[in-house]
């Protein structure tokens, strides 16, 4: 037997998904939860490994055994973390391996005043943005390209090619900008930096042919400044269809 969890959490009050010697992580929150319900460990595994900071509107986990009710774990969970779902799944379910796309939103409060509401939870951008420009730069990033320029120069990836199925900047209420990708899988900080060059080639005007060219290949100093972990959220994953269709 295997079970599906599904997840939300606030990212700012942990050091990411990944337990970490000393310092309090999701998975740990998690997994001390199961172990109590189960009255055995419960090692899980997750769609989509978020780093500090990081939040998560529906995060995919499995782990052998059956499914723990979700309302019991939600009486074990801290307040920052809540599980919407627990399901029966198929044997030798993994919510990593078997993930055919993931998909993340990142949020930009685009307007000269800050807001309380919106702390820790979207990067706040109070300089103008030129929206046209943004959203060509996405349409560019449709298609597979080579995204060197999209992840720390100092890496463990071997292989840098990734297909993006789809990618687009929307306009939420508030004066929120958020900027809507899913692909067959992600580079390390490759949501980020990739954030931050599109915000900074539409704040400077610069041609959406030179972001265009960014995707094959190019090394990292090309590309522009990390944006911070605070505005990404992880939406979902796709297992045999898309999360964004």
Known sequence: ?????????????????????????????????????????????????????????????SHAGDPLPARALNGLLPGDVAALSSSPALEGFDARRDATSRAYCYRVLARGERSAWEEGRALWHPRPLDHAALRAVAAALVGRHELTAFTPADTSHRHFGRTVLSAAWREAPGGVLEFWIEADAFLRHMIRILVGTMLEHARTGVDPAVFAALLDGCPRAEAGPTAPAHGLYFAGAGYGARVLD
């Open 1 to 61: 037997m295997a079970a599906r969890l599904t997840l939300e959490y606030r990212g700012g009050g942990f050091a990411g998904w990944a337990r970490q010697p000393g310092r309090r992580t999701v998975q740990e929150e998690l997994e001390r939860a199961l172990g109590i319900l189960a009255r055995v460990p419960v090692p899980t595994v997750v769609a989509g490994r978020t780093d500090a900071g990081v939040h998560a509107w529906a995060q995919v986990v």
